[in-house]
Nanobody
Framework: QVQLVESGGGLVQAGGSLRLSCAAS????????MGWFRQAPGKEREFVAS????????YYADSVKGRFTISRDNAKNTVNLQMSSLKPEDTAVYYC????????????????????WGQGTQVTVSS
């Protein structure tokens, strides 16, 4: 079991940067694959990035590859999403999610694969 709380959302101009953080409670944080998803108004929730339990493997959606970086600090029970070169189409509510790691499920991009979710943090990118 793990509880997740996102922070760091806000308003940023196109081309700018923003860093999202997700704080997790639980004594076995490193056993979870962590992911970031986003949902814009009227759209389906979509995969953004994921990271394996150890932090050694990452995976990104094509739409954010090269612009976003996911990382984790297992000593602090946190996962981060560093976003740069932000575009208006990045505007969405961003959610932190967790699933029990099996060594390869960091490659799974479906929201239904993640059992635990935070409440989300709004990211708005203005043009």
């Amino acid at each position: 079991q793990v509880q997740l709380v996102e922070s760091g959302g806000g308003l940023v101009q196109a081309g700018g940067s923003l860093r999202l953080s997700c704080a997790a409670s639980g004594r076995t944080f490193s056993k979870y694959t962590m992911g970031w998803f986003r949902q814009a108004p009227g759209k389906e929730r979509e995969f953004v990035a994921s990271i394996s339990g150890s932090g050694r493997s990452t995976y990104y959606a094509d739409s954010v590859k090269g612009r976003f970086t996911i990382s984790r600090d297992n000593a602090k029970n946190t996962v981060n999403l560093q976003m740069s070169s932000l575009k208006p189409e990045d505007t969405a509510v961003y959610y932190c999610a967790a699933q029990e790691s099996d060594g390869y499920n960091f490659l799974s991009t479906g929201p239904v694969q993640y059992r635990y979710w935070g409440q989300g943090t709004q990211v708005t990118v203005s043009s």
